[in-house]
């Protein structure tokens, strides 16, 4: 594939406004996750305190892109990302200013759910400039604002021990205001969005077998991914020991290989396929999640996590390669269905990691169950994969043959 071909065939403008949607979304949606070990101290949490509060933001996020996604393809990406963007503003405003309970916080983080729902916006808005040949990298590409949340992790403690965790969510609300603009300016709904169907007619998605296997699947990569990049600074200060600071920089490391292997995931799934593709990353997350479950000296679980963070990001990559072609007409309702599942694995899996651990004094455990569920998307991809007519493969091989055979059948 040359280079050359990819920016001929959809619209740079929109695709890199799309990346600073998502990217400066995810850095407002995990700022709560960036700033845990500032606020912890000021409410005196527990371990699983802390798990709850980073992962609420998540599950928040998980609600609304439901509603965002079913936007986006009834209005239009552009129109729904400039509604979500002005909303973003509310809990920026009121963390610096109202936060200043555990409980308000809670409130706060919830609502911040609105910029982890762009997830189900910017995708469609960049995918839907790209045919089929070129989904895997167009949707890393925009994808890749998963980077925002290492932005969160190696600023937001910094900013903290400067102007405190309050003020933050003040500059942050600056970040959204910046990016609104070049939004305006930049971005354009494709020619090929579809013609806005009644809202009810989106529910027949759900009762698509492939709509759910795909939402597991990525409750797990992309759970995974966001669950560790809001919990690993605690993970790091708790553990390791080791200063606010400090903490938020071992995090941001590992969070910035999730975070730029995206596109790699989208681009080799295009080559290779994305069903051999996540299977073989499924196994890969399951051994590295196993090791890291070991609590090796510092250098090591830094090393295991880099690389556990990496093989999350190509999953995400990996995972949106294939739903596009699947449900390329219901693109936005599905990835917000698809994202929903996601912000719920990474709802679950900080609270896991602080409820086992304040029970048994160990991160242990939540690293095993973790380990455990990639082991099981492994399978699962096997056993469902065996239903599909037809195969990815690179090289020319085009996705657009994934159907279930029950369907190709009712085609006919």
């Given amino acids: 594939m040359q280079l050359r071909d990819f920016l001929r065939s959809g619209h740079t403008p929109t695709l890199v406004s799309a990346f600073l949607y998502f990217d400066v979304s995810f850095m407002v949606w995990v700022l709560i996750g960036a700033l845990a070990n ?27 892109r439901l509603i965002l996604g079913l936007l986006a393809d ?22 610096w ?51 925002g949340t290492a932005l969160a992790t190696f600023f937001g403690p910094r900013l903290a021990e400067h102007i405190g965790w309050h003020a933050v969510f003040g500059l942050a609300a600056a970040a959204i205001g910046l990016t609104f603009v070049a939004f305006i300016l930049m971005a354009k709904d494709s020619p090929n969005q579809p013609a806005p169907k009644p ?40 553990q390791y020991e080791l200063s606010r600071v400090a903490a938020g920089a071992f995090a941001t490391l590992c969070v910035v290989a999730g975070s730029f292997l995206r596109p790699v995931g989208g681009y080799l799934a295009d080559r290779f396929g994305g ?59 599905v990835t917000g269905i698809v994202g929903a599942a996601g912000g719920g694995g990474g709802f679950i899996l900080p609270n896991l990691l602080g409820t086992i651990r304040q029970f048994t004094g ?12 990639g082991f099981a998307c492994a399978g699962a991809l096997v056993y469902v994969s065996r239903a599909w007519q037809g195969v990815f ?10 159907v279930p ?6 085609s006919e």
């Fill in 97 to 147: 200013t109202w936060a200043t309970t555990f409980h308000r916080l809670l409130g706060v983080g919830f609502l911040l759910g609105v910029a982890g729902a762009s997830f189900a916006v910017a995708l469609p808005l960049a995918s839907r400039w790209y045919p089929p040949r070129h989904q895997g990298l167009a949707m890393g590409i925009a994808g890749a604002g998963n980077s």
């Fill in 405 to 410: 055979v029950s369907i190709a059948a009712e």
């Fill in 275 to 333: 069903i051999r593709m996540l299977t073989g990353l499924y196994v890969a997350i399951g051994a590295v999640m196993l090791a890291v479950a070991t609590l090796p000296p510092l250098a090591g679980v830094t090393a295991a996590l880099f690389v556990g963070m990496g093989l999350l990001g190509m999953g995400n990559g990996a995972v949106f390669q294939l739903v596009p072609q699947r449900f390329s007409r219901e693109i936005g309702v």
């Fill in 362 to 373: 160990s991160f242990s455990g939540g690293f095993v169950v973790f380990a455990l569920a």
């Fill in 38 to 64: 500032s606020i912890a101290p000021e409410f005196a949490l527990t371990d699983a305190q802390k798990g709850f509060m980073v992962a609420v933001p998540i599950l928040g996020g998980a609600v609304l």
């Fill in 74 to 95: 009834h209005f239009g990406p552009r129109r729904t990302a400039i509604v979500g963007m002005i909303l973003t503003l509310v809990p920026l405003v009121l963390g």
């Fill in 199 to 238: 809202l009810a007619d989106y529910w027949t998605i759900l009762q698509e077998r492939d709509a759910w296997w795909f939402s597991l699947f990525y409750s797990v990569t992309f759970g995974g991914f966001v669950g560790l990049a809001s919990f690993l600074s605690i993970f790091f200060r708790d």
């Fill in 393 to 402: 493969v690179g090289r020319g091989g085009l996705a657009a043959n994934l």
